[in-house]
């Protein structure tokens, strides 16, 4: 078939490569795929918005819901409810649900980033240290009380922790002025057991009683979501996102190597010196609102190239939408599971994350170089 | 489509950012004290941790009585019961292990929250114009949220005063507490009486025990096999202790709780050991760790098997303490009590 080469020139360690191949029936295919894939992921946001604000612990009816948003948004009256559904709905679960659907766009596209950025499938925001110095910074604040920034100190010194600790791996991985994927990936290994050691510490010092707000900030939450907190990650996002869209054919070619990428003409390593800085960036601003949920930024690029293959002008658009479908109903599983309490999303990412990947492993032979492995 | 939607994303960003816009606007705060009304001095945590630090004060004008109070942990829960106004609460959290059976009635008849802290949604479905809280833990934003977002919600909060100060924790901080909150639900009779009968309870102790000659040394033992977990210089327990004419050998240490260590306590060698009783570990586990540990088998308490049991909940400020005190002396000085 036109268009097809050897299994084993076609995938880098585990992500297959888009194909440069001029139009043929097999790409118009791909198109239309993604052309649904991307409508029926629009639809889904929009239903998953308007279904996920009428789910929570306290039952209040889906009518009275809408009602109560249509009565704030256009200041209507609509009809008789309590002041605390009024406020339960528009002040905890519009803008909790709007910031998980934020915050899992944002970790998708960051994501999907750092794939291409070292190449490497297992890469997700995290890679760089990222949540580890984000992690210090939590327990700066929960077990030594430093409050720099009151009342936001804690969003703040985890962003401060976030791009502190990408800033060291950044000077860490240089070697004569180049970066190199695989001494990027060790000096964020190497250093985020450095940045856990000293977590464990600080909390080992403190309190006994701080280890469940720290475990449970470690594990991600959106509890503390307000309409206050959604205008800088949505602004972080419009960026991050418009920007790496603008860059999706440069991301194409980063992903093919370091020489065929200059052939093409893009410089990978200034192009991967933007792509880290990016990444950086808007994966803190995520981590300051919402602590470290895992498992997002690594599963959903795979799942939207096992559908519209590797082309980031595609892979880019469907994972920041399925991103946020995804977030937006983890979080209504966070707090419903185990109701009337709180459950940190991560937990739940995960127990739904892991045995996909599993899945993913066991019966698609041809992702993550198949016969090879 | 596909070259449509960097611009589709961006409008849906638009809408979000209009939306934040829009909303951040419409917060109801609580009303200015201008009316008459009970003001009374409080403190507020912002972080919703518990610290050795003052938390700053704060204070609160309430123009009528609380009909729908939530109380957060099980002291605070007694406290109000106590004083009989389980009519006017609409919910409790958090209890650590059994309401005193005295109370278990009107208990019932109010609807349980949750068995640890209960979601900000959940506290606001249960339509409640008052938070007492007994520890900063209950304002996190995974419980009740910070009392300043409260506030700004129309629902005062009030933090055990225990917790605000810097000083130790002492018995007049439960007298201030029964007097705050029997002036905000205007039965300051009650209160008084209350507190009077808390004090009386405590003299008839008190008055049984010699405190001429050295303080008997004691040890509090909460959990924790390789490293105990105990009270220290600032708790309620080191008050409630030296009422009972005994002394913790850990109050020279900052704080209210501790990690210590084995060889801290065999040197300090304390003369009774106070155990307690709690879901987490019981006192049986810990008197059996003592007892076949032959490091710590020269300690005076474990030669002499000289053991209190004490629940947790009484330990913690509240109205159980002169009840913990009679125990406590009861179990040091059991001559003086025959």
Redesign the interface.
């Known amino acids: 078939m036109l268009g097809q080469r050897s299994r084993s020139a076609n995938v880098v360690e585990g992500i297959p490569l888009p194909s440069t191949g001029a139009t043929s029936a097999s790409a118009r295919r791909q198109a239309d795929k993604t052309r649904f894939l991307l409508i029926g992921l629009a639809i889904a946001l929009v239903v998953s918005v308007t279904m996920a604000v009428t789910i929570g612990p306290v039952y209040i009816s889906p009518v009275t819901v809408w009602n109560i948003v249509l009565s704030r948004l256009f200041s209507v009256d609509a009809g008789q409810w309590s002041q605390g559904q009024d406020n339960i709905v528009w002040l905890i679960r519009l803008p909790r649900v709007l910031l998980a659907g934020l915050v899992g766009s944002g970790l998708a596209a960051v994501g999907v980033a750092m794939q291409a950025t070292v190449r490497n499938p297992l890469a997700d925001p995290y890679i760089l240290g990222t949540s580890s110095g984000a992690s210090v910074g939590a327990v700066l604040v929960i077990v030594l009380g430093l409050n720099f920034f009151d009342p936001y100190s804690l969003s703040a010194m985890a962003f401060v922790g976030a791009v502190g600790s990408f800033i060291l791996v950044f000077l860490l991985a240089q070697s004569s002025g180049r970066i190199s994927p695989t001494r990027l990936i060790l000096a964020g290994v190497a250093l985020a057991y450095i940045l856990s050691a000293i977590t464990s510490f600080i909390l080992f010092m403190g309190d006994d009683r701080d280890f469940r707000e720290v475990l449970f900030w470690m594990l991600g939450t959106l509890a503390g979501a307000k309409w206050e907190f959604l205008t800088l990650p949505a602004i972080a996002l419009a960026l991050g996102v418009g920007i790496l869209l603008l860059q999706a054919r440069s991301m194409n070619a980063l992903l093919m190597g370091d020489e065929t990428a200059t052939a093409l003409g893009v410089d990978p390593q200034k192009f991967r010196r933007q792509l880290l800085v990016l990444a950086a960036l808007l994966t803190g601003v995520m981590v300051a609102v919402s602590g470290a949920i895992g498992f997002v930024g690594l599963m959903m690029p795979h799942i939207v190239r096992l559908v519209v293959g590797s082309d980031h002008r595609r892979v880019l658009p469907a994972s920041v939408l399925l991103g946020a479908v995804f977030l937006i109903w983890v979080d209504v599983g966070a707090r419903t599971v185990v109701q009337p309490e709180e459950l940190p999303v991560s937990v739940i990412t995960a127990l739904v994350g892991a045995p996909f990947f599993l899945w993913l492993l066991r019966w698609r032979k041809s992702a993550f170089g198949g016969d090879r492995i | 489509?596909?070259r449509e939607?960097?611009f589709?994303?961006?409008a849906?960003?638009a809408v979000?950012?209009l939306?934040?816009?829009?909303?951040?606007d419409?917060a109801d705060s609580v009303q200015g004290g201008e009316a008459a009304g009970i003001s009374v001095e409080n403190c507020s945590t912002?972080?919703?941790?518990?610290?050795q630090?003052a938390f700053p004060v704060s204070s609160h004008t309430y123009t009528e009585a609380p009909s729908r109070a939530v109380t957060m942990n099980q002291h605070t829960t007694e406290l109000m019961l106590t004083l009989g106004l389980q009519d006017r609460m609409a919910g409790t959290a958090y209890i650590d292990d059994f309401i005193l059976p005295e109370l278990k009635e009107a208990y019932d008849s109010v609807p349980v929250?949750?068995?640890?802290?209960?979601?900000?949604?959940?506290i606001?479905?249960?339509?409640?114009d008052f938070i007492y809280a007994g520890f900063a833990?209950a304002f996190?934003?995974?419980a009740a949220?910070?009392q300043?977002?409260l506030a700004d919600?129309?629902i005062p909060s009030y933090l055990t005063l225990a917790i605000c100060k810097e000083e130790a924790d002492s018995i007049q901080d439960i007298y201030d507490d029964i007097a705050n909150i029997s002036r905000i639900f205007e039965v300051t009779e009650r209160g008084e009486a209350l507190i009077a009968s808390m004090k009386k309870d405590i003299e008839s102790v008190t008055s049984k025990v010699d405190p001429s000659g050295t303080p008997i040394r004691a040890f509090l033992y909460d959990s924790g096999d390789d490293a105990p977990?105990t009270s220290v210089c600032c708790s309620m327990f080191t008050n409630l202790i030296e009422l009972a004419s005994a002394k913790n050998i850990f109050d020279d240490v900052d704080?209210r709780?501790a990690?210590v260590n084995w060889e801290e306590v065999i040197e300090r060698d304390p003369e009774v050991i106070v155990l307690i009783e709690a879901v987490w570990s019981t006192a049986q586990e810990k008197m059996d760790f003592l007892t076949t540990n032959e490091a710590l088998a020269d300690i005076t308490a474990v030669k002499e098997q000289r053991f209190v049991t004490i629940n947790f909940s009484s330990i913690v400020p509240g109205i159980r303490n002169p009840e913990a005190i009679r125990t406590l002396a009861e179990g040091i000085y059991p001559e003086s009590f025959r």
């Not at chain 2, 939306?19 to 951040?24: E, F, Q, T, V």
């Open positions: 489509m596909l939607t960097p589709v994303i961006l849906i960003l979000v950012l939306l934040a816009a829009c909303g951040g419409d912002t972080t919703g941790e518990d610290s630090e929250l949750a068995d640890e802290y209960p979601s900000k949604e959940v606001l479905g249960s339509e409640t833990s996190r934003e995974t949220g910070p300043a977002d919600l129309g977990y704080g709780w990690t």
